[in-house]
C-alpha cells in the first residue's frame, strides 16, 4: 500500500493513477496512516503550507524516520520537502543531498509542458512533463555520487533517483502517462 501525502496540494492526482495502476493507497493526514505503507509520495503543492502542516500535525519526524526505511517519491514541492531546504518557513526531511531553488523556472504565469526523455532501467522513455513553479535541483556537482540522474531538460537535472527514493521538479501525475508512477512501485516491490 502507498500513503499519499494528503495535507495540501495535488494529492488526488496521485490517487488517481495509482488507481490506475490497481495500487491499494492511503491518503496521509497524521502518523497512524503511515502504518502499513510500504512507499510515500510527497506531492507537488505550496512547499511553505505542507512544511508548517508537517509541523503542525506531527508529521514531520514521522515522515523523516519512514523516509530512512522505505521509499519516498516527491514531486515539484515534494522534492523541494526531501531535500535539505532550510529556511525560516521550510525544513527538508534530508531525505535527498541536494539543495534546490524555489519557483526556478518560474512564476505561475510561467508554467509549461515540454516532452523529455527518461532513463528508466537503461531505457529513454518519453514523458510530458508539466512545469508549475518548479524548483532547480542546485550544485549538481556535489550530488552524491550514488545519486542517479534520470532525466534532464536543457542541461539541467528535473528527475533523480537516490536508493528508494525519487523526486521530479515536475508534476507527472498531470498526464494519463503511469510511467514514473510504475517505476517507484518497482523500486517499492524490490525491496519489500
Given amino acids: 500500500m502507498i500513503g499519499i501525502l494528503a495535507l495540501q496540494g495535488n494529492y488526488q492526482m496521485h490517487s488517481q493513477m ?3 495502476l490497481n495500487e491499494k493507497n ?3 493526514k497524521n502518523s497512524s496512516d503511515l502504518d502499513g505503507c510500504d ?27 519512514f523516509g530512512k526505511e522505505k521509499g519516498v517519491f516527491g514531486t515539484c514541492a515534494g522534492l523541494i520537502l526531501m531535500s535539505n531546504y532550510d529556511s525560516e ?10 539543495s534546490v531553488s524555489r519557483n526556478a523556472w518560474g512564476s505561475q504565469i ?51 533517483q537516490h536508493g528508494l527514493h525519487i523526486a521530479t521538479t515536475f508534476h507527472p501525475e498531470m498526464h494519463n502517462d503511469t510511467l514514473i508512477h510504475e517505476y517507484f512501485l518497482n523500486i517499492i516491490n524490490e525491496n519489500k
Avoid: C, Q, W
Wanted: aromatic share 8%; hydrophobic share 45%; no cysteine.
Fill in 18 to 20: 495509482l488507481d490506475k
Fill in 26 to 28: 492511503i491518503l496521509i
Fill in 110 to 160: 510561467n508554467s509549461f509542458t515540454n516532452k523529455i526523455n527518461i532513463d528508466i532501467d537503461n531505457k529513454i522513455k518519453n514523458f510530458e512533463a508539466t512545469f508549475i513553479r518548479a524548483p532547480r535541483i542546485k550544485r549538481t556537482d556535489k550530488i552524491d555520487r550514488s545519486m542517479r540522474i534520470l532525466a534532464y531538460f536543457k542541461d539541467e537535472p528535473i528527475m533523480i
Fill in 39 to 65: 512507499g510515500l509520495i510527497i506531492p507537488g503543492g505550496e512547499s511553505t503550507v505542507m512544511s508548517k502542516m508537517m509541523h503542525k500535525y506531527d508529521l514531520f519526524d514521522s515522515i523523516k524516520k
Fill in 89 to 98: 518557513n521550510i525544513i527538508g526531511l534530508d531525505l535527498l543531498n541536494i
